[in-house]
């Protein structure tokens, strides 16, 4: 092996890379000479030269591994920096989309529950509704249902705002059949007694109030997570959103109606949405307490 071929596998030798069967197969074929056919590294101990060539590139090898680049003054902040506008950039670019769609798309779920209330609703006043008060109710109904589907789904409320959706949506379905004025109507008959008589009034609310706190105790037993401390409050919350859920209906029920009429049974329905939720809440915390 001269030493032209010796200083030329400096480099491999020097990374663990010199092929050994390859340096046979150059000796069979006869590009390495005879005399140095040993291994390159018994060259390198007899050979001044390559053993000088040797040793330079190994200390230029381990100075280089020890050499770290030095980074410029303020780069990682200043990369940092750039990363964090591009990301801010890239959520103002996605965002207001994502939100436009997120609210239309709310909005729609909103119209949809609106249109359907309105047909189950609308058959059960002794009078037709005009367009316009359809129109109004029907307006009010999906910035409601859409509101109440969003709360819903975000934040800190989901579930007590699902019990509300929920509920509002059973008492609607139950609209036909237990139409405000056909309960009153039977309460009045059933008393026999005349409009404003305070048994008949008392008998109104408590109607009211077991139409509004049957589905909703139900809906807050089920769907919300209360936390122990909280009922109260959490009770409010259903209860509200409950209750501007159904408005519509009521409305829609009574705007026919005198003031004094309709007063029990939206005082009822009040009454009702409270206790219901309050109730409901009560027993979701014994049924689960260990949700907090
Ligand atoms: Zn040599």
Redesign the pocket.
């Known amino acids: 092996m ?2 032209a071929d ?2 030329a596998r400096l480099v491999d030798l020097l990374y663990g890379e010199l092929d050994e069967e390859a340096l046979l197969v150059d000796l069979l074929y006869g590009e390495l000479d005879e005399d140095n056919q040993a291994s390159p590294s018994a ?1 390198l101990e007899r ?1 001044a ?2 053993g000088a060539a040797w040793l330079t590139l190994q200390s230029v090898s381990s100075a280089l591994d020890r050499w770290t680049a030095p980074a410029p003054r303020g780069l990682a902040e200043r990369a940092l920096a750039t990363l964090a506008a591009r990301e801010a950039a890239a959520a103002r670019a996605h965002n207001p989309g994502l939100a436009v769609s997120h609210v239309l798309g709310f909005l729609l779920a909103g119209a949809a529950a609106a249109a359907v209330s309105l047909l189950l609703i609308s058959g059960a006043p002794p009078e037709q509704p005009t367009p316009l008060t359809v129109g109004l109710a029907g307006a009010v109904w999906a910035a409601l249902y859409g509101g109440a589907s969003f709360l819903a789904q975000h934040g800190r409320y989901r579930r007590l705002a699902l019990a509300a959706l929920i509920a509002a949506g059973v008492s609607v379905l139950g609209a036909p059949v237990l139409s405000m004025p056909a309960v009153i109507e039977a309460c009045r008959r059933w008393l026999e007694a005349a409009q404003g008589s305070v048994a008949l009034n008392g008998l109104i609310v408590l109607a009211g109030a077991l139409y509004a706190a049957a589905p909703v105790s139900l809906s807050s037993a089920f769907v919300a997570r209360p936390r122990p401390g909280g009922i109260w409050a959490d009770a409010v919350r259903v209860a509200s959103l409950y209750g501007l859920l159904l408005a519509p209906s009521v409305y829609l029920q009574c705007y026919t109606m005198t003031l004094s009429q309709a007063a029990p049974w939206v005082a009822g329905v009040l009454l009702g949405s409270l206790l219901g939720s309050t109730g409901g809440i009560t027993v979701a915390l014994r049924l689960r307490p260990a949700s907090a």
């Open positions: 001269t030493c010796v200083q060259h050979c030269d390559c």
